[in-house]
């Protein structure tokens, strides 16, 4: 069966500090990966999603980027994170291709910038 | 964007009382999921309703799609206590997007 992980489960950083959260995929290949963030008080928000290795689509500029290195490995980064960066993180996967697709979802990184 | 709102975003009702969402979407789409979020977790997939579908069940949810509005709306018969969790529509066909998500509060 198929599970996905996220780390670190909660995560205080001060402001201007650099970010890495990871997420993996186990149990298919060549899934679609997403990054959502939800801010107190707002939905999800996407914020990138990948259709395969190395192919990233962003769909909010801001000072936040992602990585793909690997076929079910999908990392979030920040050189500087903002007190606006503050939030829950979720990343999800999706059998790849196009049409609708079931999302499931990791269990989320709480992140605290203070 | 296909963005749209969920509404009530809260909703607060006692154990074995029946609890109605709704979901309504600008621009056309293909289908349309629901989710559901405990505090803290990440989102369950609960049932997609597929565009040229109007109703669909599974357990004790019940899901309807109205196209001509726009709208969807997600019925939980018989609430439990566990039923207390945020639940978010995703509106489109590729990729969800979601909105704010209802509050459910389900007292014993």
């Known amino acids: 069966s198929q599970t996905i992980h996220q780390w670190p489960a909660t995560l205080v950083q001060p402001v201007g500090s650099p970010l890495s959260l990871e997420c993996t995929v186990e149990?298919?290949?060549?899934?679609?990966l997403y990054w959502y963030r939800q801010a107190a008080g707002r939905g999800l928000q996407l914020l990138f999603y990948s259709v395969g290795i190395g192919q990233i689509s962003s769909e909010v500029p801001q000072n936040l980027s992602a990585s793909r290195p690997q076929d079910r490995q999908f990392i979030l980064s920040s050189k500087k994170l903002l007190l606006s960066d503050s939030g829950f993180y979720l990343c999800?996967?999706?059998?790849?291709?196009?049409?609708?697709?079931?999302?499931?979802f990791g269990p989320g990184t709480r992140l605290t910038v203070t | 964007s296909q963005q749209g709102e969920e509404d009530p975003q809260a909703l607060s009702i006692q154990e074995g009382e029946n609890a109605t969402m709704n979901c309504s979407y600008k621009?056309?789409?293909?289908?349309l999921q629901w989710y559901r979020q405990n505090s803290g977790r990440g989102l369950v997939h609960l049932i997609l309703i597929r565009s040229n579908e109007r109703e669909k069940h599974s357990g004790r949810l019940r899901v309807t799609l109205d196209t001509s509005k726009k709208s969807s709306s997600l019925l939980i018969t018989a609430s439990r206590a566990a039923d207390t969790a945020s639940y978010f529509c995703g509106r489109g066909s590729y990729i969800p997007t979601f909105g704010r998500g209802t509050s459910l509060i389900v007292h014993p």
């Open positions: 149990g298919t290949s060549n899934p679609n």
């Open positions: 999800a996967w999706s059998v790849s291709g196009t049409g609708t697709r079931e999302q499931y």
């Open positions: 621009t056309s789409i293909n289908n």
